[in-house]
């Protein structure tokens, strides 16, 4: 069983891994047979799949800020973060989410599920 | 398809619900079928149990308050908040947690799952 304090951790390793544009270490934090939902209720990316998904969603860079304490039940975390994702173009892409991370036995990401929908973007003009 | 008005409108009137310790207006969020997982990874409560649950958690009175924006996507709202739960001993219970609901096509909560661990949670003394 995962440890609060390693999901916990994992939250933080993801987090930050983003903001340093490090996919690889985006990856390092999912089981192989890892299911990426994102945004929910959209088909979830697998295996080989994730990646390239990453590497897509934060081409520009970005910048993410936990909003409120991750909450880390049994097998879980949910956290609420807020995302300032760069385009190429220059324009910012505000975004409030809150994710779900399920582990497995040996504390790797099996599930992550991303909350938000439209009514939680905004666009800036860079 | 519940719009995400809708969606939105729910979460408030589940979060006043609470707060004028009315748990039938609690109920009416949910599906006839809905189950409630709270916290996660318990056994979801389901049907005539449903509203003992909430009467039981809430039996001292709680005051509930949005922390950051619902997450509305297609079929469901995840939003954070904080719970202050009072026992009949004067005690507060803190909590921050992460609901998800989903719904069904009439736009009732057809599954809420409760996101929190101990790490969420304080008391202080009456």
Do not use: C, W
């Not at 800020?65 to 949910?78: F, I």
């Not at 994702?85 to 790797?108: L, N, P, R, Y």
Request: aromatic share 8%.
């Amino acid at each position: 069983m995962p440890t609060p304090e390693h999901m916990t951790e994992i939250v933080n390793r993801y987090l930050g891994a983003i903001n340093a544009g490090n996919m690889e270490a985006v990856m390092s934090i999912y089981a192989d047979n890892a299911k990426v939902e994102d945004p929910v209720g959209t088909e979830p990316k697998t295996g080989a799949d994730i990646l390239p998904f990453y590497q897509r969603a934060f081409a520009g860079g970005a910048k993410v800020e936990l909003t409120g304490p991750p909450r880390v039940s049994a097998r879980a975390a949910a956290f609420p973060f807020h995302a300032e994702i760069k385009s190429v173009d220059g324009a910012v892409t505000h975004i409030d989410v809150i994710d779900i991370f399920e582990f497995d036995d040996d504390g790797k990401v099996v599930k992550m599920t991303a909350h938000f929908g439209p009514g939680n973007v905004t666009r800036s003009e860079g």
